[in-house]
Structure formats: C-alpha cells, structure tokens
C-alpha cells in the first residue's frame, strides 16, 4: 500500500486564493520530490527538496521539507486556473521512487 | 527529441488476452519504471528497471511481466488480462538515481 499520504485528496479555491498540499510519511525520508499533473497530461517534474528544513520557491510556489524529514508541503499563493491539475510528492530510495495519492485542485475562476 | 514515448495510446481487451506494452527513451536513461494510475489511488510503481540487465518489483506486480530490452527500451506484459487492470499506465525513465522522472503520454487500457 501507499507509504505516503497525501492530504487533502481535493480541493476547490477561488482564483486568487492559497492552496496547500501535504504531503506525510511514517519513515524518515532521503528526499522527496514533487509533480504536477494536468488533466488528461502526465506528471511533469516540479522540485526535489533534500535536506531537512529546506524551503524552496518557484514564482508562486513554495515547497518545504519539515524538520524530521518525514512531511512536506507545497504551497500556491494566490492561485490561478493554470495551477488546475493534481499534485503528487514522491518518496525515493534509491531507484525506487513511491508517490503519495494526490491532491487534486480545481481552481474557480 | 520526442523523451519518453508509449505505445499504444489506447487500447481495449477481453479478460483473458494477452498484450505488450511498449515503451521507449531517447534520452540514454539508465532507469526506467512502469506505474498504473487509478482514480483516488495515485501513481503505483508495477515494476522498475535500475539498470540495463535488472528488473525490480515494485508495489503491484502481480499480474505483470516486464522485459528491459535494451537501454532504450522496457515492456510491460499482461499475460492474462482482469478487468482490475483497467487504469491509465505511465513508462517513465530516469537518468540516474536520485534524479528526477521523465514520463510518457500514457496507455488507457480497458479490460473488459
């Protein structure tokens, strides 16, 4: 089964309101990356967070590994109806690489 | 540079059929992975490939075969298609460990 979860599983916001995704795992985690989905797409890369308390941004969007490792989050400030798709963290050992179950935004315009 | 590239896009079978799917990189990855996406269930690795020459089990293998060909190339085989195995399946590559994946454009099958 899934070794991470991922909250909420779908989320509806206002264009122009905050989005944020958790991501949580039981294990301590080496890295964790992050994907996007459009609909009917394929995941497409987004960032790969690495040590513990890490920050990273990209225009709207701020992705964070927590203290111990085991939690991430990706936040949107100020959505838009191009951020529409489902968000995935995944976990990799190695060669290994697990994906949480998604959140899926849909942004209102 | 076409990336990662999946074949066929769609495709329909009776329960109890056999068929291959395909994939392709051009991008000279070591890794590749096969995943199958489900509605609420996320991506689930099916199995991967590290290298040339070594294939893995992933979360969900039962049911599935696969065969890394070449470098290039790594197939995914039903042998004996369910209906539970209608989902949406993602080859996807990776140059080397730790690095980020590359997926393909996916293959919808339906077992009917």
């Known amino acids: 089964g899934q070794q991470v979860m991922q909250i909420p599983q779908y989320q509806h916001v206002q264009e122009g309101e905050d989005f944020t995704t958790y991501c949580n795992s039981s294990t301590t985690l080496s890295n964790i990356q992050w994907y996007k989905q459009r609909p009917g797409g394929h995941p497409v890369f987004l960032i790969q967070?690495?040590?513990?308390?890490e920050v990273k941004k990209q225009k709207r969007l701020t992705f964070q590994f927590g203290e111990a490792k085991k939690n991430s989050s990706l936040h949107i400030t100020a959505t838009q109806t191009t951020d529409v798709g489902t968000y995935f963290c995944?976990?990799?050992?190695?060669?290994?690489?697990?994906f949480g179950t998604g959140t899926r935004l849909k942004v209102l315009a | 540079n076409a990336g990662v590239t999946q074949t066929p896009k769609f495709q329909v079978l009776k329960t109890g059929q056999s068929m291959t799917l395909q994939c392709a990189q051009d991008?000279?990855?070591?890794?590749m992975y096969w995943y199958r996406q489900d509605p609420g269930m996320g991506l689930r690795l099916i199995y991967y490939s590290a290298s040339e020459g070594t294939t893995d089990k992933g979360e969900v293998p039962n049911g599935y075969n696969v065969s890394r060909l070449n470098k290039r190339e790594f197939s995914l085989r039903l042998e004996s298609a369910a209906p539970s195995q209608t989902s949406v399946y993602f080859c996807a590559s990776m140059a080397a460990s730790n690095e980020k994946l590359f997926f393909g454009s996916g293959t919808q099958l339906s077992v009917l």
């Open positions: 995944a976990k990799s050992g190695t060669y290994k690489y697990i």
């Open positions: 967070l690495v040590k513990s308390g």
């Open positions: 991008m000279n990855h070591n890794s």
